[in-house]
């Protein structure tokens, strides 16, 4: 009955109005988390070919350097420097050898081999990304393992022995050679074996446990305190603005294209929270023309109001019939926003299809659940309460 | 409800002007469940400010206006909504009917908070009052004397203690405001309520057993 009442001042057009704006503005905000959600596993994922989070930095080499003798190394401030950066999680120093390694390959019985001058580095354990079971040194042991980038492997695979039409050579094969390798330097010379055990995809050098390669300096070079050439960092994320910053102020160099991902996962984040804004912008104002029109309504209605009140109507029972028609119009656009939502979802998917490898989810996400039913209900309780406030002035004939 | 006191209440528009003389204003006086007042005041006394003081929907007067020992500036809106409900019944100068519904939904509106009445028996009421073809028209279709008579019928729709009338048949003729001031007297005299009546000149045929001059 008082429904029936008060239906009579509703205007459809307002309250169309109000559906449109605040789909628009849900369909946007709920759009918006959607995208982010499907784009960021595919930007941030482990399995992406770019570990982006370890960056090996260096220093530029300029021609001054080279005749100056100057060398491009960290220094011990630099490092407790990068030590102090709060998005920098840990720093692993680049240890290289400081003496002559000389590794030979001999088949056929020795008759037939390769001999030529190489180098090691090694970094701490856990800035390895492989770790395969033989990785580990222990004084007095006389095979070495050691790890080559992935990258070596490849180059010769597609590149060299296609071109010579050699075999190609797996993983497999090249780690059932035995490498001779000879150290010498201070004096003193020494022969191990070496074995390739491992590729790696983050480390571009040639690898050997950390533990040998420290023993083997101190015993093959007197110069111990020599400061790194390079540095691994593993940071929180890559997209931290404050870490392109900090390597373009010191004037570092990174390693391949790490940071680019970064980069792109910083302009995600902007993008989406520019779109996120404009619309929560377009709810808000949506809610703004909701609250006007119920207020109007509200207004239009006040001696029928007032005349509800001195019958003996309670408060309660006036708000309803007005929070009745909000709830409705909210559930209405929240539901045709996720559907919106939904539509927008399978139109990009396979433009994301196309780059990636990765399977993207199909659905639409929890979190773009969630979200929906947080504006839901933050968009129903306020207009309760403007609604109750409303007609507790009027049930008060505060005009 | 047994009693409804006037403690020195007078309009505040009166407290500056010029002193007026009245049975009501600045006095003691109390109003009992078993009495039947009439209030008689030319045009401009404040009778129909008196009723919505009393009706709790307008407070500016100075004094004091008790409902038995409870001075009804300290009643909350739940108390007001359950005393508009059950023990105050008011038919307004003005009416306040909802001119978009129906005669007989202006009614009902009323009797659906209280349920005091059956349909039956509201229709029953429209028919002894004259107004029984109307029952489906909107009010705004209706002359000010049939709204009047609707107003009547959803002022009976309750239970209540005092029935306040603010010039209730100022646009009936004899005949209505006989069957009017007869249904009054039944209903409220069933109800043990007790009457207070406003009238500019012509007044309602009842036994007041006071007459007041505002």
Request: net charge positive; hydrophobic share 45%; aromatic share 12%.
């Amino acid at each position: 009955m008082v429904f029936k009442l008060l239906k009579h001042k509703i205007s459809k057009n307002q309250l169309f109005g109000f559906a449109i704006a605040n789909l628009v503005g849900l369909s946007i905000i709920l759009l918006g988390v959607q995208i982010y959600s499907d784009l960021n596993p595919v930007l941030s994922s482990k399995d992406s070919f770019i570990q982006d989070e370890y960056i090996i930095l260096t220093k530029n080499v300029s021609t001054l350097n080279t005749f100056t003798g100057k060398s491009p190394s960290f220094s011990k401030q630099e490092i407790e420097r990068l030590y102090d950066q709060s998005f920098i999680e840990k720093v692993g120093l680049f240890e290289a050898s400081h003496f002559n390694v000389r590794a030979n390959i001999s088949f056929v019985g020795k008759q037939f081999g390769i001999a030529t001058d190489m180098f090691f580095e090694s970094v701490p354990n856990d800035f390895v990304d492989i770790n395969p079971k033989e990785w580990n040194y222990k004084a007095g042991d006389t095979e070495i393992p050691i790890i080559i980038p992935r990258s070596y492997l490849d180059l010769y695979n597609f590149g060299f022995a296609s071109g010579k039409s050699l075999p190609k050579i797996s993983e497999g094969l090249i780690s059932s050679i035995l490498l001779d390798i000879q150290l010498s330097g201070n004096g003193k010379f020494e022969s191990y074996k070496g074995r390739i055990v491992g590729f790696s995809k983050r480390l571009n050098t040639i690898l050997v446990p950390e533990s040998f390669l420290v023993d083997a300096n101190k015993e093959f070079s007197n110069n111990t305190e020599v400061q790194p050439l390079r540095v691994i960092i593993k940071v929180k994320n890559s997209s931290d603005p404050e870490l392109a910053q900090f390597i373009k102020k010191n004037g570092y160099m990174v390693d391949g294209n790490q940071l680019d991902t970064g980069r792109a996962r910083y302009f995600l984040n902007i993008s989406v929270g520019i779109v996120l804004f404009i619309g929560i912008l377009i709810s808000v104002l949506a809610c703004y023309v909701l609250i006007l029109s119920i207020y109007l309504l509200l207004e239009k209605n006040i001696n029928s109001l007032e005349n509800l009140v001195l019958l003996g109507y309670p408060n309660k029972a006036i708000v309803r019939p007005y929070f009745c028609i909000t709830f409705i119009l909210v559930t209405l656009t929240t539901l045709l926003a996720l559907l919106v939502t939904y539509l927008g979802q399978q139109a990009y998917l396979p433009l994301i299809d196309k780059v990636t490898s990765q399977t993207v989810s199909k659905g639409v996400d929890l979190s773009t659940w969630i979200s929906s039913a947080l504006v839901f209900i933050a968009i129903l309780v306020f207009s309760y309460l403007v609604i109750s406030r409303k007609v507790a002035r009027i049930s008060a004939f505060k005009r | 409800m047994e009693k409804i006191i006037l403690k020195q209440a007078l309009p505040e528009v009166f407290a500056k002007g010029e002193w007026v003389q009245s049975d009501i204003w600045h006095q003691e006086l109390a109003f009992s469940r078993d009495s039947i007042s009439l209030i008689k005041a030319s045009s401009g006394t404040g009778k129909s400010s008196l009723l919505s003081y009393i009706f709790g929907y307008r407070k500016d007067y100075q004094g004091m206006i008790f409902f038995d020992d409870t001075n009804i500036r300290q009643l909350d809106l739940k108390r007001w909504n359950s005393i508009r409900q059950k023990e105050l019944s008011i038919m307004f100068q003005e009416l306040r009917l909802f001119e978009e519904l129906s005669a007989i939904d202006n009614v009902l509106i009323k009797n659906k908070l209280t349920h005091f009445k059956s349909k039956k028996k509201i229709i029953e009421l429209f028919e002894r009052l004259g107004i029984a073809e109307k029952l489906n028209s909107p009010v705004a279709t209706l002359s000010f004397g049939q709204r009047q008579r609707v107003a009547f019928i959803r002022a009976l729709c309750q239970p209540y203690q005092f029935i306040l009338l603010d010039e209730p048949i100022s646009h009936l003729d004899v005949a209505n405001s006989k069957v009017l001031s007869d249904l009054l007297f039944e209903e409220a005299s069933a109800q043990g309520a007790g009457i207070i009546v406003t009238s500019l000149g012509y007044e309602l045929e009842l036994p007041y057993s006071n007459h007041y001059k505002l």
